[in-house]
């Protein structure tokens, strides 16, 4: 089988595609012809080795893919030789084949095609653990959404909805913004063009957001957690403008705020029943209708390292997908 390599920490064009031999599945394990893989900011700076974790060197980058079982284990019972699954495991998507534990597995729902079905996982599994879990989002609050325009951000809109909330949607493009508008957003913030505290004040009567989800970091951080409501939540997602902010912890003080941590990659790890059911509440609002995942391009698996470094520039609107 074909699959990328990461033999060395550094940008993603020096990666390689390498022959391997085809993956064995060993008690519990599934391997999977892979049919699209998803990806993710985390994809970018694992393979720069600047991720919170690190796998050993050498090995294959990408964590979330669809695709149709190949091979099973001893003792796995759930899944068969030519069923369709979605898979979320630490590394490996990128590839023609994948291997991951039947635990990490879930069917594809009936009429979803497979490049949706690799876009769900880490993108609307961070954004609802964010949003419903460690942000406990209530209908009739506001959220704030930075970054609105990738995958998360555009999972977090549709989730903010789904859960009854008003959704204030800041973006660096008019193309972006149009993009959250099209997923649900109630206001739009140009935050390249306007200033954001101005702009979250008059949205907001001067009452501020109650959420604000952050996966952007960089020097949006600050001006967003001066704007927060009494007793908001601003939710920490990660870093794709590269700068971990330096917060004033009076501001949380004087608002009686919180700032709140997501690692979802850990949270499946050491709660993988309260995972389990959060992904069930995905699918069952994937099935009405209030969920619709935007893959904007696809990539052929030769061409990873560009989708990579598109990510990395921040040129991507929602999701884009590897097609192995």
Same mark, same amino acid.
């Given at each position: 089988m074909k699959a990328v390599r990461c033999k060395d920490w550094g940008p993603p064009d020096a990666l390689v595609i390498e022959d391997l031999p085809d993956l064995v599945p060993g008690p519990g394990e599934v391997v999977v012809e892979v049919k699209a893989a998803g990806v993710n900011f985390p994809d970018v700076l694992t393979v720069?080795?600047?991720?919170q974790w690190r796998p050993d060197l050498p090995f294959t980058p990408g964590n979330e893919f669809a695709g149709v079982v190949r091979a099973v284990g001893p003792e ?12 979320? +495991? ?6 023609? &084949? ?5 635990? /990490?597995?879930?069917?594809?729902? @009936?009429? $979803? ?28 609050? +506001? ?28 973006? /660096?493009? @008019? ?5 959250? !508008? ?10 390249? !063009? ?9 949205? +907001? ?21 001066? /704007?927060?409501?009494? !007793? ?26 919180? =700032?709140?941590? =997501? ?12 995972? &389990? ?5 995905? $699918? ?7 969920? !619709?995942?935007?893959? /904007? ?11 990579? +470094?598109? $990510? ?8 884009? =997908?590897?097609?192995?």
């Amino acid at each position: 089988m074909k699959a990328v390599r990461c033999k060395d920490w550094g940008p993603p064009d020096a990666l390689v595609i390498e022959d391997l031999p085809d993956l064995v599945p060993g008690p519990g394990e599934v391997v999977v012809e892979v049919k699209a893989a998803g990806v993710n900011f985390p994809d970018v700076l694992t393979v720069q080795g600047k991720y919170q974790w690190r796998p050993d060197l050498p090995f294959t980058p990408g964590n979330e893919f669809a695709g149709v079982v190949r091979a099973v284990g001893p003792e796995v019972t759930r899944f068969a030789p030519g069923q369709g699954v979605i898979g979320f +495991t630490r590394t490996g998507a990128f590839a023609e &084949q994948a291997l991951a534990p039947e635990a /990490s597995l879930l069917a594809v729902p @009936d009429g $979803m095609d497979f490049d949706t079905a690799a876009a769900i996982t880490l993108t609307y599994g961070t954004s609802y653990h964010a949003v419903a879990d460690r942000g406990a989002l209530r209908a009739g609050e +506001t959220m704030l959404v930075l970054g609105a325009a990738g995958g998360v951000g555009l999972a977090a809109i549709e989730i903010g909805k789904a859960l009854g909330a008003r959704v204030i949607a800041a973006a /660096s493009s @008019d193309a972006k913004l149009a993009a959250c !508008r099209e997923h649900g957003a109630d206001v739009l913030i140009n935050y390249e !063009r306007e200033d954001l505290r101005e702009a979250l004040r008059a949205a +907001t009567g001067g009452n501020g957001p109650d959420v604000i989800y952050d996966p952007v970091g960089g020097r949006y951080s600050e001006p967003a957690l001066r /704007s927060i409501a009494w !007793r908001g939540r601003h939710l920490v997602v990660g870093f794709a403008a590269g700068e971990i902010p330096r917060l004033p912890w009076n501001l949380m003080l004087l608002k009686g705020a919180s =700032v709140v941590g =997501v690692f979802w990659g850990d949270f499946t790890r050491k709660e993988p029943q309260a995972h &389990q059911a959060a992904m069930r509440r995905l $699918m069952e609002w994937m099935a009405e209708g209030k969920l !619709r995942p935007l893959v /904007s391009r696809r990539y052929r698996l030769e061409e990873t390292a560009q989708a990579l +470094t598109d $990510m990395a520039n921040r040129q991507v609107i929602g999701k884009v =997908v590897i097609q192995p």
